[in-house]
C-alpha cells in the first residue's frame, strides 16, 4: 500500500468515527474504565473494524493490540478529547498514525467538531488543507502561548497558556504555530 491509499484509508477510519458519533444518544462515561465514554467505545469499534479490513494492524488507546506482527500498524485514539465532546466543546478529534518498521509513516488528525483536517506523510512534512505547517519559531518562553494537558504545578514564567483538552489538536496547533509549545503536566503523561 503506497502512502496516498494509506492515507485515504486514515480519512475513511476518521469518516467511519465521525459517522459512528453521529448515531450515538449517550455520550456519558462508561462503567469500562475511569475516563472512558460511550463514544470512545463506539468509534474504536468502527475504527479497529476499519483498519483491519484494509489489513493494517492497530494499537488502540481503548481497546489495545490488534495484529501488530502486520507490516503497518495505526496507532489510534478514536476520540481525544472524549470529555470535550461529551459536554459538546468543539475540540475533539479521531487521531490515527500508520507506523512501519522505520517509524511513523502517514499521519492523520481530524477535529471531529470541525473538520480540519492535518495530514503528515514521512519525507513529506505535514499540512493543514493545502497549507504546509511551519512552527511560530518562538524561542522566549516569556512571549510564548503554550498548550497544556493538566494543571500546571507552578507559573515557569511562559507568555499565556491554554488547557484545551485534546492533545493530538494541541499538538498540532504547534506544528501549525499556533502554539509556541505544548507540556504534558497530567500525572498520566508521566506513567510508565
Do not use: K
Not at 81 to 92: C, D, L, M, Q, Y
Request: glycine content about 12%.
Amino acid at each position: 500500500m503506497n502512502d496516498e491509499d494509506l492515507l485515504e484509508v486514515l480519512s475513511t477510519t476518521a469518516g467511519a468515527v465521525r459517522s459512528a458519533l453521529d448515531g450515538v444518544d449517550d455520550w456519558r462515561p462508561t462503567t469500562g474504565r475511569p475516563g472512558q465514554y460511550a463514544i470512545d467505545v463506539v468509534a474504536d469499534e468502527v475504527a479497529v473494524d476499519t483498519l483491519l479490513a484494509a489489513g493494517l494492524g492497530v494499537l488502540s488507546e481503548e481497546s489495545g493490540a490488534h495484529h501488530v506482527d502486520r507490516d503497518v500498524v495505526v496507532v489510534l485514539d478514536p476520540v481525544d478529547g472524549s470529555t470535550n465532546a461529551s459536554r459538546g466543546v468543539p475540540w475533539f478529534a479521531t487521531s490515527l498514525c500508520a507506523v512501519d518498521r522505520e517509524g511513523p509513516r502517514v499521519a492523520l488528525v481530524v477535529n471531529q467538531a470541525s473538520g480540519e483536517r492535518f495530514e503528515a506523510m514521512r519525507g513529506r512534512g505535514a499540512r493543514c488543507g493545502e497549507r504546509s505547517l511551519t512552527p511560530s519559531g518562538c524561542d522566549d518562553l516569556g512571549r510564548a502561548l503554550l498548550g497544556f494537558s493538566g494543571r500546571p504545578s507552578r507559573r515557569w514564567g511562559w507568555g499565556q497558556f491554554r488547557a484545551l483538552g485534546a492533545a493530538a489538536l494541541d499538538l498540532c496547533c504547534v506544528a501549525s504555530g499556533r502554539f509556541d509549545g505544548y507540556v504534558d503536566s497530567s500525572p498520566a503523561g508521566h506513567s510508565p
